[in-house]
């Protein structure tokens, strides 16, 4: 307790505290206006049926701090912005002149570098938008699929249309200036405490889901939560128990994947200035992250989880073929065929960050330039290989562990019969998140408190 009175104690870290509850405080506020021109009533209505497509557009909104389920300005979220960084660090190991601008030009390059990021946010935003409310305002029902509403747009004409796209890409355009104001004004990353308040605002409805049932009077509590046993929907109380249990098993978890390491040691060269040797007997490790990707891949992947789904059926509808039917509804209905792709992704975007993000290359020629070298390894070369294949291998278990949470509320869906939007909750990405993020956030706070001498939040 007297570690968090020391946060007010400081009154920068005071500032940038109530900054950033400001903001996000904004953003939830922002979350709430709805698009023009669209009849949200009949929206709801046929969206709220809690199964298929809505359980979709609330699994990929989590990811992005927007709301895929509701027509609103923040619909997109924050997720044309990320995806666009990745796009732009790709570009950057492929395209020379970006290379040199994010590697030898400093400040003025990475500047160069955010101007075009949010350009091709704009881009994105548009494109995304477009196909959204085309799917959404204009789409036909095929096959059993609910594939749109046509009768909740009250406007009319390209105009109209135009204007809605613009709304989302403004809404979009606001998020990331929140995040950058965080990032710069106040405390912890912008764009993950965006997606991290988009997350935990839903956490009060799933377990009002989980524990409530909504009748003609109200929410009265589940009594079958009290008994043993159950079956169907029932939530029982061993089930709430194995939830509690599952919940603990991931937080902890994600805490020790957040931190663990493999430590390579390292080594100075031994030189010789006169009469004295120098060096040769310092011996340092050098740290790389089990989960070097962080919850990046599992982001990505589960963003782009929706493409399959409009994909088979904008060509079921166009072919009419039955197994394209099917192949919707299996991404639709996140069956095994989700999962699968979606593990699969989450290794490819797990390698691609990894080359992004861990030069083994540079590395080993920082070794060669400061006399450092790993014992049994010559700089150069054969250092970048050993390097090559112990970062594979760790990403590997990396990656393998992010592919587990991430289809983890599919399976506790599936074999305990929760819905959905609740086992999000009880294990999965989405509480991945919240604590990588937490887990960020104080050990910033930590670095204000002990640079003060103040002490930590997690001394004792």
Request: hydrophobic residues 50%; positive net charge; glycine residues 12%.
């Amino acid at each position: 307790m007297g570690a968090l009175l020391n946060i007010f104690k400081i009154p920068e870290l005071r500032g940038k505290l109530l900054f950033t509850l400001a903001f996000l405080a904004i953003y939830r506020i922002g979350f709430s206006i709805p698009l023009p021109f669209v009849d949200q009533a009949t929206l709801h209505r046929g969206m709220g049926g809690g199964d298929g497509l809505d359980n979709l557009f609330n699994f990929v909104s989590m990811f992005s701090g927007g709301d895929l389920s509701n027509a609103t300005v923040f619909g997109l979220g924050i997720m044309p912005y990320i995806s666009a960084g990745i796009i732009m660090q790709l570009l950057a190991f492929v395209v020379p002149s970006l290379h040199r601008l994010m590697k030898e030009e400093g400040q003025i390059g990475q500047k160069i570098i955010n101007n075009y990021t949010r350009l091709l946010t704009v881009f994105i935003c548009m494109i995304q938008a477009g196909f959204y409310l085309n799917f959404l305002l204009y789409g036909s029902q095929s096959s059993g699929a609910l594939m749109g509403f046509p009768e909740v747009y009250a406007g009319g004409g390209w105009w109209y249309f135009l204007n809605l796209i613009l709304c989302m890409v403004v809404g979009t355009m606001f998020l990331m200036w929140i995040g950058e104001q965080i990032d710069e004004y106040g405390i912890g990353n912008g764009v993950s405490l965006i997606i991290m308040a988009g997350i935990v605002s839903r956490l009060p409805a799933a377990i009002l889901q989980l524990l409530f049932e909504q009748t003609s009077g109200g929410w009265v509590f589940k009594r079958s939560v009290l008994t043993l046993g159950g079956s169907g929907q029932d939530m029982s109380f061993e089930r709430v128990l194995a939830l509690v249990v599952l919940f603990l098993v991931v937080v902890l978890a994600a805490v020790l994947m957040s931190k663990a390491q493999r430590r390579i040691p390292m080594q100075s060269a031994k030189f010789v200035r006169g009469s004295r040797v120098f060096g040769g007997g310092n011996r340092n490790f050098l740290p790389i992250k089990i989960n070097q990707a962080n919850v990046m891949p599992v982001i990505f992947a589960s963003s782009l989880m929706l493409v399959p789904y409009m994909l088979f059926l904008g060509l079921g509808n166009t072919f009419k073929t039955g197994w394209l039917y099917q192949l919707a509804d299996a991404f639709q209905r996140q069956g095994w065929i989700y999962m699968v792709a979606e593990v699969i992704l989450i290794y490819v975007f797990s390698y691609i960050w990894l080359g992004v993000t861990f030069d083994t290359r540079e590395i080993s020629e920082q070794f060669k330039r400061t006399g450092l070298f790993i014992p049994g390894f010559r700089p150069g070369p054969r250092t970048q290989e050993y390097l090559d294949r112990v970062v594979s291998r760790v990403n590997y278990v990396g990656a393998g562990f992010l592919a587990l949470i991430a289809i983890l509320p599919s399976l506790v869906s599936s074999f305990m019969q929760v819905r959905p939007e609740v086992a999000q909750f009880f294990g999965g990405t989405g509480l991945l998140i919240v604590v990588s993020v937490v887990l960020d956030l104080v050990q910033r706070i930590n670095s204000h408190l002990v640079m003060r001498e103040y002490k930590g939040l997690t001394e004792d």
